[in-house]
């Protein structure tokens, strides 16, 4: 893809997003098959039902721009995945593996943040408001997602606390 | 690296993120040298200064923790850096081209923003109050840098309302 303006870039990231969100949606439920704690396998659950949507809300954007979704991969969450699939596997302690999960939850969490963020004004530069409105939507979200993932991590803190 | 509890995963981190502080004191110079904004190329270099602080911290981290400093490849930040350093490539239009290097240097501040968030956690869990005091001196340098990236991404978005 030839990137000569902003919607060319605004379109290479949505691809880039796009590839990231399904990558994501195929991680949850390992990483919901992953954890020890009830609360952290739940938000996984919930989050993966989240992403669903999130897949749809682009293919939707897609549409707006007048084009077909597409994934282009990338090398940003595919670094991040691989980094946690790698730790989750070589980490035997439960609650140590679940303090990680999280982590890498949040990073992944803060990735996709800062690409919606950056998605969200360069729409709004380009006069798609409709385009930064859904993409908001989908912002709103993982900010939410994010601090769950900081309120079971201070249960788990709690909850070691008092065993 | 075996992982056995929160000191080892800390520690495991820490030669994380000391090898993503390297590479981005890598990547900078050459960030500054493709900006065409004068105020983005100077955001680079300044920033430069203060990863050069960073990396210090946790030098002075690693010795807190009675540990040599070490470098782990961190295969997030070696996703975002290829991503980035593509595009640039790619991109012949000097604006559009600033427009993605802001993106991509925000997406390296939020990863370092999560990694930093979730190393100062597990440190004040940990109850090591003096890690967790440099840790966060080092994170609010880089939300700083987020949000000065942010008005500069304003900053030429009204420049180029104005042309």
């Not at 590839?19 to 020890?36: G, I, Q, S």
């Not at 039902?49 to 549409?63: P, S, Y």
């Not at 302690?93 to 969490?109: G, L, N, P």
Request: charged share 30%.
């Amino acid at each position: 893809m030839k990137i000569s303006n902003l919607t060319d870039l605004l379109a290479h990231t949505l691809e880039d997003v796009y590839f990231a969100e399904n990558k994501v949606l195929k991680a949850l439920p390992k990483m919901a098959a992953a954890a020890d704690s009830k609360d952290l396998a739940k938000a996984f659950t919930s989050h993966l039902k989240e992403t669903e949507t999130h897949v749809a809300r682009l293919e939707e954007v897609f549409a707006m721009m007048g084009k077909k979704p597409k994934a282009t991969p990338c090398p940003a969450i595919l670094g991040i995945l691989d980094e946690a699939e790698e730790l989750i596997k070589d980490i035997k302690d439960a609650d140590t593996r679940d303090a990680e999960m999280i982590a890498s939850a949040q990073a992944v969490e803060h990735y996709e943040i800062t690409r919606y963020g950056t998605m969200i004004s360069w729409a709004k530069e380009l006069g798609l408001k409709k385009v930064a409105a859904a993409l908001e939507k989908t912002l709103k979200q993982e900010y939410a997602c994010d601090q769950a993932l900081t309120k079971i991590a201070e249960q788990r803190l709690n909850r070691e606390a008092v065993a």
